[in-house]
């Protein structure tokens, strides 16, 4: 009889603290704080700031959704378009799941009269499955006309980061 | 010992009934006899904490017109957004965010002429959330995209609609810009 008891208060304070557990928190933030003349894709990331969780790899520059569920992701790149000289230039960031569908994308010509540094920012929310990747690439960066000096803008900083709004069931 | 454990699991299943009866108990005093006793507890108002939706336009708009119309929702938590109108319906009062991320190029406007996109969210089909507008010089018109970001306070039953105004092209010389694919998307962050 006494055992039964424990063991019923056993089964119940652990199905209590199962309900009341909360999932892991998913955070994480990548900077690039040196100047890139010329940016790959993916973005390679200089720092991790925080992984809460370790869905961010910086291995391969790409967070890896842990779990199906709803992600929030804030993206801004600060260019300078020295790299163009007297030319414009053209800059596309995307957002992209699992290296072909693009989720966001922010396409931004700048001329010449805009050299100096400007700004390529956006966030997004979106639905991922388990196992998705999130990366960022640039497209179509380009100088317009013949380059003066490199045929890039140069990227000058970044950051990358993101958390998990909530998980499916 | 033994009592005590029993005890320990009266106080449990006490704590745990006081803890789910939400509503205070009725008044003291005989109900008629035509009158159903109230329930001791009642069934908790069905709330939905997981909003999140996303809405695509897949296919090219020559004229968009005012109301870009969404062909695909590729997740709809909640059930907000609804294709027949276009519109994302609060199902939870709460902080919302929403993005709009649409796609343009001006091939609808003559080449020496600029091409211009503006973009805003609507609440409740008159008050403007908030705006965004581009102009594609001529040097650009084969592509130009418009970003809103937003986050807003929300009452449930709020609708939340896309608004395309003054698409246009710059000294006449066309039509509009001409909408490639474009992206409406929303989550509650915090419900109240």
């Known amino acids: ?169 | 010992m033994k009592k005590n454990i029993l005890l320990c699991v009266l106080v449990v299943i006490a704590v745990t009934v006081q803890s789910q009866t939400l509503h205070p108990l009725p008044p003291k005093g005989q109900p008629g006899k035509n009158e159903l006793p109230t329930p001791r507890i009642k069934p908790l108002p069905v709330k939905v904490n997981k909003v999140a939706f996303e809405a695509d336009i897949t296919r090219e708009r020559a004229s968009p017109g005012s109301h870009p119309a969404f062909d695909a929702i590729k997740y709809n938590d909640g059930n907000g957004f609804s294709l027949t109108d276009n519109v994302f319906t609060v199902p939870t009062s709460g902080l919302y965010f929403f993005a709009v991320n649409l796609y343009w190029n001006g091939y609808g406007c003559a080449v020496i002429n600029s091409a211009i996109a503006s973009v805003s969210l609507l609440k409740n089909g008159r008050e403007g959330l908030i705006s965004v507008s581009d102009q594609a010089t001529s040097s650009r018109l084969g592509g130009f995209t418009s970003m809103l970001n937003f986050s807003t306070k929300l009452n449930a039953g709020d609708k939340i609609s896309v608004f395309t105004v003054n698409n246009l092209c710059d000294g006449g010389g066309g039509t509009s810009a001409i909408l490639l694919k474009g992206v409406f998307s929303g989550v509650l962050i915090t419900a109240d």
Not at chain 1, 30 to 50: L, M, T, W
């Open chain 1, 1 to 169: 009889m006494k055992r039964k008891l424990i063991l019923l208060l056993l089964v119940y304070t652990f199905l209590s603290v199962k309900a009341m557990a909360q999932l892991p928190a998913i955070a994480f933030e990548a900077v690039i704080n040196n100047q890139q003349n010329n940016p790959i894709s993916p973005f390679r990331f200089d720092v991790v700031k925080y992984n809460q969780g370790n869905a961010f790899s910086e291995r391969t520059n790409m967070f890896v959704a842990p779990a199906n569920g709803v992600y929030f992701f804030t993206v801004n790149f600060l260019w300078d378009g020295f790299g163009c000289g007297y030319n414009g230039g053209t800059l596309n960031v995307a957002a992209v799941k699992n290296a072909g569908e693009t989720l966001y994308s922010i396409k931004r010509f700048a001329s010449y009269h805009e050299w100096g540094t400007f700004t390529t920012a956006f966030s997004f929310s979106t639905k991922l499955n388990a196992g998705d990747r999130v990366s960022l690439t640039s497209a179509y960066t380009f100088c317009t006309g013949s380059a003066v000096y490199t045929s890039h803008a140069l990227l000058h900083k970044g950051s990358f980061s993101g958390y998990r709004v909530y998980a499916d069931q």
